[in-house]
């Protein structure tokens, strides 16, 4: 089966569901850390996704 391409939509869905993971409950430490290692890599791709779209909406107007 095909891995599902991460979109924009998904990243920062799943990292809410993170952030509210992490305010609700009790998190022991190994979860803890599984976790806040996928939110930074969601937070870098999510970063990387913005400043693509910016530059090609920038490149229009050139």
Known sequence: MAKKELTY?????????IVDDLQGELTNLDDLEKKTK???????????????TEKQIGNLFE
């Open 9 to 17: 939509e998904a990243a920062l869905k799943e990292l809410q569901n």
């Open 38 to 52: 996928r939110a930074a890599f969601l937070i870098d791709w999510c970063r990387d996704k913005l400043r693509a």
